[in-house]
């Protein structure tokens, strides 16, 4: 159970170095709590009652954003390794 909320913490804690969760980059959405459905939360109950045309422009738009947010996350990657690579390189 340890492990389990711990890998959870890590999925869904914010990091700097790709400014995103690792959760949101891999399903390109925030996570949801299992409590929310349980009791459930306002971002529960509204998505719950959209049409299916309307969950599919939703989601769509959800994998779009998702694909432009990968693409920002590994160019900034890139860019982190580059100034690392020099850091070290100024220190040899």
């Known amino acids: 159970m340890k492990l389990e909320s711990t890998l959870w913490a890590y999925q869904t804690t914010y990091k700097t170095s790709i400014r995103t969760t690792p ?8 996570a949801v709590m ?3 459905f349980q009791i459930p939360s306002l971002r529960i109950q509204v ?9 599919e422009k939703i989601r769509l738009a959800t994998l779009c954003e998702l694909e432009e947010h990968r693409i920002v996350n590994l160019l900034q990657l890139e860019l982190e390794q ?3 690579n020099a ?4 220190h040899r």
């Open 34 to 36: 299992p409590i929310e």
């Open 47 to 55: 998505k719950e009652r959209l049409s299916e045309k309307e969950s």
């Open 87 to 90: 850091f070290v390189d100024r």
């Open 82 to 84: 580059r100034r690392w």
């Open 23 to 30: 959760f949101r980059l891999a399903f390109g959405l925030e």
